[in-house]
T-cell receptor, first 110, second 111 residues
């Protein structure tokens, strides 16, 4: 049981490039979410999904897109990377009250 | 709305000292409460939880009690170790909406 996996672990992008951060879970949980973590800011919710085909915006959705075609996968797309998107990104899957986090992707935008 | 306020860090303690990290919350309804821990370079892990008033969550020597009357969920440990150095997050779960996290408290324990 791998839990929540994220790829890549590290990524460097140039301003304006696009990319997709991958997130997968093998726990069959309906609820998944994406957070970003910046120094001194704690965790901020980007997007979340309550099941396949259903997504909603969180606190800081601008510049990011998500889709949920299967229960297992919840990719996060950066449309046109900006230096302000330099951060550590965490994906999570939730079973009722308890939330399980992936190991994170450290993204640097130059 | 729902919110979590936890004490600002960093907190620096000597090994075997007593730890308290304060957490208070504002919520509609009766959320579950959590403490998560993040070790350097890793994701967040659930440390303990409490699902109703007066419940005490405990794990690895850490404890927290769900106090509805004071809307608090303070984290305590009687004797910290160097290996407890991490960032600790208090969170509440309203079940049908996203978890709400505090900003985190960095703990450093020195030998």
């Amino acid at each position: 049981n791998a839990g929540v996996t994220q790829t890549p672990k590290f990524q460097v992008l140039k301003t304006g490039q696009s990319m997709t951060l991958q997130c997968a879970q093998d726990m069959n949980h309906e609820y998944m979410s994406w957070y970003r973590q910046d120094p001194g800011m704690g965790l901020r919710l980007i997007h979340y999904s309550v099941g396949a085909g259903i997504t909603d915006q969180g606190e800081v959705p601008n510049g990011y897109n998500v889709s949920r075609s299967t229960t297992e996968d919840f990719p996060l797309r950066l449309l046109s990377a900006a230096p302000s998107q330099t951060s550590v990104y965490f994906c999570a899957a939730r079973d009722g009250y308890e939330q399980y986090f992936g190991p994170g992707t450290r993204l640097t935008v130059t | 709305g729902n919110s979590v306020t936890q004490m600002e860090g960093p907190v620096t303690l000597s090994e075997e000292a007593f730890l308290t990290i304060n957490c208070t919350y504002t919520a509609t309804g009766y959320p579950s409460l959590f403490w998560y821990v993040q070790y350097p370079g890793e994701g967040l892990q659930l440390l303990l939880k409490a699902t109703k008033a007066d419940d005490k969550g405990s794990n690895k020597g850490f404890e927290a009690t769900y106090r509805k009357e004071t809307t608090s969920f303070h984290l305590e440990k009687g004797s910290v170790q160097v290996s407890d150095s991490a960032v600790y997050f208090c969170a509440l779960s309203p079940l049908v909406t996203p978890l709400v996290f505090g900003k985190g408290t960095r703990l450093s324990v020195i030998a």
